[in-house]
């Protein structure tokens, strides 16, 4: 299969390896990003990576991603909350997305139970960690084989 994926990590995603560790862990954005891209290779997937603390610059990439590439993979971290631009951007694109949150949003604050990109997408993994990565990577490359 070849094919590309879109991995969105939304703001403050590259303090990853030294932010609040206790809840997101030891691993950088790069090892999250190099975990993307060996389990891309293993079904024939490129990926390319934006990470951005500005909103516009995500709805952006997410735009640029129609007719680019195959699925997208989106952290939107506090964005999750509060953005409908990028909930509007996803459907736009109309292509498969699936969500991904390193910590279980559903363990922690209330405001972090709900998610404007959830309905959006085939799959939400959440508490895994990086590994949630791995497997959204791998859900979408099943889904893009049919």
């Known amino acids: 299969m ?3 994926l879109l991995i969105v990590h939304g703001p403050n995603l590259n303090l990853l390896g030294t ?26 997937l490129e990926i390319e ?3 951005s603390n500005h909103e516009g610059v995500l709805v952006d990439a997410i ?10 993979v989106i952290n939107p971290a506090a964005y999750t909350h509060t953005s409908v631009a990028i909930a509007d951007a996803l459907a ?3 292509l ?18 709900h998610s404007y990109v959830s309905p959006l997408a085939s799959a939400v993994i959440a508490g895994a960690g990086i590994t949630g990565y791995r497997f959204a990577v791998e859900h979408l490359a099943a889904q893009l084989r049919g």
């Open 2 to 4: 070849n094919g590309r």
């Open 19 to 44: 932010r609040e560790p206790e809840i997101y862990g030891s691993d950088t954005l790069e090892d999250v990003n190099e975990l993307c891209r060996s389990t891309a290779a293993r079904y024939g």
């Open 63 to 72: 735009q640029a991603a129609r007719g680019a590439v195959d699925g997208i």
């Open 49 to 51: 990576t934006v990470q």
């Open 92 to 94: 736009a694109v109309d």
């Open 96 to 113: 498969p997305v699936v969500e991904v949150h390193l910590s279980n949003v559903h363990a922690r604050e209330e405001f972090r139970k």
